[in-house]
Structure formats: C-alpha cells, structure tokens
C-alpha cells in the first residue's frame, strides 16, 4: 500500500508524524525520526513565556510582592530552565531543514496576539514548511464567557494567517460549547488544520507539604477515543486537515485515526514508552493493515469510518451512550 498523503498540503511519505515534545527539540532525535519512517516532524513549542523572559518583561511581572507570594515563584520558569531560547529554536529549525527531507513544523505555544505573530513570521522566514499554533488557555476569571474566549482563538488564528504565507494548525482543547462550531469557525478564520486535542494537564495536591504540585501522566490508547470521535463527525464537512493526537500507542491506534478521517496522526507518549526506533513499527503496522483490507493507497483508508460514511452514524451521538450504558457487563 502507498502511503504517500498530504496534510496541510505538504507532500508527507505517510502520515506518521512525532508530535512536538522534548524528543522533538534534539537535532540528532530528528534525523533519527526520519531514519525510522516519520511523515514529518512538529517540533518542541516555543512558549511565550520563553520570549517574554528573553525580553526582561516577565521577570518584573514575576517579582512584584514576591515577598508576600513567594510560593507562587515555583509557577514561572526562569529563562535558563527552558531548554532553548528563542533564537536557540530559530537556530533549530534552519538546521532542521538543512538536515532534513521531510517537512519540519514549528509549534507555538501561547496566548497573546503579538507574540503570536511576531515569531510566526520568524518562523516561517527560519525555514520552517507550517506552524502549529498550541493554544494552551484555562480560562479562570468569572466575568470570561464563551464567546470572549472563541474571540481570543479565532483573533489569535487570523493574525497569525495574515502574517506567514505557509500553512497553519491550531492545536486545540475539546472545552467548547459547541465543538463543531467552533471548527467551522476556526476554518472561516484561515486554519488549514486541527490537532485533536490539546491536552491539559492536571496538578496534584500535596497533603503533607500543603503544595500543588505538577504531575505528568502519559497517554494510553483510550485517550484517544475523544480524537476518534470529532474527526470522525467532522470529516468531509469542514475544510480542514486533521491531525490525530493524545493515544496512538499502536499501529491500530494510528489506522483508526485515519480511518476515522485524519490526515497525519501525532505520536509522543509511545516514543517516550519505546524508543524513536518504534516508529517504525507503527508505519509497518499502519501499511499491514492496510493491505489486509484491500487498500491500495493510504487515502482510500482516510474517513471510511467517519460518521458521513457510517452505516449507523447515530452511533457517533446520544444512542450509543444509551447502548453502552446498558451493555455494560461487570
């Protein structure tokens, strides 16, 4: 089976792609991704907190009644505890791209509108073949409503389009109202893609120091059942390329996810589990299974199980809640 596809209208040998992690900030990790089969390569994020740091601004923001709130120091990283720094990550992907045949996307990771586009274009002038937009964003504040935090994602996605001529990702989280709409409002904004979904990690509480505490447990296959699902129901009805992420552990993780509708499928946590080397597993694995069913091209594989295709597309909604609930066996 061929397993040559597109996602974000770049050329990819196959839809394997290691998502943006530490792995992905390593030169060397990079070449030996491309040795083992990756599509593409999306790289460590850039945060905004990096070049704000890089800047001198944060730390006075950090610093004031530090003698008060000294505890909450521990939540804002000095620059040096970053990996990179900013030109650091320039540097990375122009040697990325020397080194590299398979195309290499930056990720960016923040909130603001300016830094978004400033280093978007950065970015894309480094070399860089698309970016993907991490929009990591807990809103807190009581007065915050739905609509002010689409506003700031659907802001964010037009200036950072209007600024860069390549392609551009949002990597999301699945905390909206209206999910569907939310899609098709991020496509009338100028994305080219979605990565399903973000992953929000949860602190621990420390009961004996009386601390939170960051905690990092990584993904299983069940994490990806919620990718699985809103790929498969927006498949074919908005114009975008989705990218499958959070629980593709296996070679039938990543067929399913395609299956279901995606255009590239994100692998992290089995990286980490098993090695760089593993990757070629899951490629072999994904054509294996391909050809078992017939498939001569990786795309006549894309959306056969999405709910436009589905005999029972019911099955995506409200009966099969009822039908598991009530098949449940202990």
Request: with cysteine.
């Amino acid at each position: 089976m061929d397993l040559k596809t597109k996602y974000l209208g770049l050329e990819i040998k196959n839809p394997l792609v290691p998502g943006a992690s530490l792995l992905t900030e390593d030169l060397s990790n990079l070449k030996k991704m491309e040795d083992y089969g990756a599509g593409a390569v999306v790289l460590g994020s850039l945060f905004e907190e990096q070049v704000i740091e890089e800047e001198k601004i944060l730390d006075f923001y950090i610093n004031q009644g530090a003698e008060s709130f000294a505890e909450a120091l521990s939540y804002f990283p000095s620059l040096k505890e970053y990996r990179t720094t900013p030109d650091d990550y320039l540097e990375l992907i122009r040697k990325a791209k020397e080194s590299l045949s398979i195309p290499v996307i930056a990720s960016l990771n923040g909130i603001s509108k300016g830094g978004w586009t400033k280093y978007a274009k950065k970015m894309e002038n480094a070399g860089a073949d698309a970016i993907e937009l991490n929009i990591y964003f807990i809103p807190t504040r009581l007065d915050e409503t739905a609509q002010d935090i689409e506003k700031i994602y659907l802001e964010t996605v037009k200036s950072v389009k209007e600024s860069v001529h390549i392609p551009v990702a949002v990597k999301v989280s699945p905390y909206f109202s209206s999910f569907a709409n939310m899609a098709y409002k991020l496509n009338n904004a100028g994305a080219d893609g979605l990565v399903l979904f973000n992953r929000f990690y949860q602190p621990d509480f420390d009961i004996e120091d009386l601390e939170v505490k960051p905690h990092l447990e990584l993904s299983s296959s069940s994490s990806l059942r919620l990718s699985l699902r809103w790929i498969s129901i927006l498949y074919d009805r908005v114009n975008l390329d989705f990218a499958a992420t959070n629980g593709v552990h296996t070679a039938e993780d990543a067929a399913k996810a395609i299956m279901a509708g995606a255009s590239s499928v994100q692998v992290c946590a089995a990286l980490y589990k098993n090695g760089i080397e593993y990757l070629k597993e899951i490629v072999q694995g994904v054509q294996n299974i391909g050809e078992k069913k017939g498939y001569n091209y990786i795309d006549e594989m894309k959306g056969v199980l999405s709910q436009l295709k589905c005999p029972a597309p019911e099955a995506f909604e409200r009966a099969n809640y009822i039908k598991t609930i009530i098949t449940y066996k202990s």
